[in-house]
């Protein structure tokens, strides 16, 4: 195993990125939000202190992991942003670029930011990446993973010389390891437990989550029976509240009750829950259809 640095250049929470450094390469993995991503932008430089950036990798194309790669494009000129193709459609899309414009704004106003540069028209993806591809740098490696699960477009990144997986959302979010991981399943429980399966046949040795940072040495076995453990609880607790005839609001409330706890609250706007948990309950009820 190879050594290397993680330092979390995060500006604001729930804005979290992280940059990775080796002796040659500095890789970035998501880059927050556009309201904070000038402030993002000088974390990053202070740490680089003149060395170049080289990469910036999308998880997902969700706003609060990609909306500030546009910026950081700009101060990082040397950097590419790599993201799954379906996410690179999804952020070409002027459509996408106003809804995170508003979100953007929602989270800027929450946290008291006053006016801030909008870089939302040049977002992009340079290069395109698929489940199994890899990148090579100077001295990286570095594989892509199908996530599909929180969404259809994620990636979770398996550094090879370092045994580090930079973790997608749709592993969970350990909001306070060991103790509590948060199931971040959106769109499909099968294709979460299968992509907690598959980035897990990697055999990580380090486990780099989403919004978190680095966990323990030693506990990525830990990470990923914990993650399959909650997910199948998200699952459960909705196919037992629908079957026991309750209505989704009912369901929904639930839900919250349950998963949205004090530590989620901290990384996730409790909007961006409701409307998350809400598609979740009703692509869980209507695969239980499909299922029949
Ligand atoms: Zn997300």
Redesign the pocket.
């Known amino acids: 195993m190879r050594d290397f640095n993680v330092i979390d250049v995060t500006a604001y929470k729930g804005s979290d990125c992280f940059l990775i450094l080796t002796e040659k390469s500095a890789v970035l993995v998501d880059s927050g939000q556009d309201y904070c991503a000038v402030q993002t932008s000088e974390n990053i430089s202070n740490i680089l202190k003149g060395r170049q950036l080289d990469l910036i990798l999308l998880?997902?194309?969700?706003y609060?992991?990609a909306s500030g790669s546009a910026c950081l494009k700009k101060a990082f000129p040397s950097a590419f942003v790599v993201a799954s193709q379906t996410a690179s459609e999804i952020l070409a899309k002027e459509k996408v670029h106003s809804v995170m414009r508003e979100l953007n704004k929602a989270v800027a106003d929450e946290a008291g930011v006053g006016a801030y540069p909008d870089h939302l028209d040049s977002l992009a993806v340079d290069q395109t990446i698929e489940d199994g591809e890899t990148i090579t740098l100077d001295d990286l490696t570095i594989t892509a993973i199908d996530a599909s699960g929180?969404?259809k477009c994620?990636l979770c990144y398996y550094f090879e010389e370092e045994g580090l997986l930079a973790a997608?959302?749709t592993l969970g979010i350990p909001v306070d390891f060991p103790a509590e991981i948060s199931p971040?399943n959106?769109i499909s429980h099968d294709q979460t437990i299968a992509s907690i399966k598959r980035a897990a046949s990697y055999k990580p040795q380090r486990i780099l989550a989403?919004h978190i940072g680095l966990l323990p040495d030693g506990s990525a076995d830990e990470f990923f029976n914990k993650a399959l453990e909650v997910e199948n609880e998200s699952n459960n607790l909705i196919i037992d509240s629908y079957k026991a005839g309750k209505p989704n609001d009912i369901i929904l409330e639930e839900y919250k009750k349950r998963f949205y706890t004090q530590n989620v609250a901290k990384v996730q706007p409790e909007n961006a829950f409701y409307i998350?948990a809400e598609t979740l309950i009703a692509k869980t009820i209507a695969k239980l259809y499909q299922d029949t």
């Open positions: 998880t997902h194309s969700h609060d992991h929180h969404t994620s997608a959302e971040c959106i989403s998350n």
